[in-house]
């Protein structure tokens, strides 16, 4: 039995305590892998939903590090080309969240990171699952 999942659940828990109680301001990426008409999204262990890949931007990085470290961390993945998109602000589970959004066409994968992803796959843009996070409904409303 892999533990990492429900440790990854619990600690997700008490971080949106930890949130609820100091509102903190969070800087996060997200990447658009994009082959064709189909990107790839997750699902991560700790939230539901499908989800561009992503993470946090760590102390000294600039949003362009950060999008590959965790790419590489989560997916085994190596960008070969990063086009800046868009970013934005927001204010869901009590934090102001600030996220840089990269697309990528040129890149390999590796192996995911079952800790953290439950699950990887490519969709079509014109058959996207109906469970997507709002932030991936929106950015990829803007590629079709």
């Known amino acids: ?17 930890y949130w609820y109680i100091f509102r903190p301001k969070t ?4 990447a658009v892998l994009q082959q064709g008409n189909k990107v790839l999204l997750v699902r991560n262990t700790y939230v539901p939903n499908w989800h ?3 993470g946090g931007i ?14 590489l961390e989560e997916l085994g993945a190596e960008l070969k080309n990063v086009k800046y998109l868009e970013e934005f602000t927001w204010n869901g589970e009590y934090k ?10 040129n890149f390999t994968l590796g192996d995911i990171c079952t800790k953290e992803i439950a699950e990887a796959k ?20 803007k590629l079709k």
């Open 58 to 71: 760590k102390k000294g990085e600039t949003p362009k590090m950060a999008l590959k470290r965790e790419l």
């Open 96 to 105: 102001r969240d600030h996220v840089t959004i990269f697309l990528s066409t």
């Open 122 to 141: 490519f969709f079509d843009l014109a058959e996207l699952p109906g469970n997507i996070g709002n932030l991936t409904k929106k950015t990829l409303k």
């Open 27 to 30: 800087y996060g990426v997200t």
């Open 1 to 17: 039995m892999n533990i990492y999942p429900l440790l990854y659940k619990a600690a997700y828990k008490m971080l949106t305590v």
């Open 52 to 54: 561009l890949p992503g």
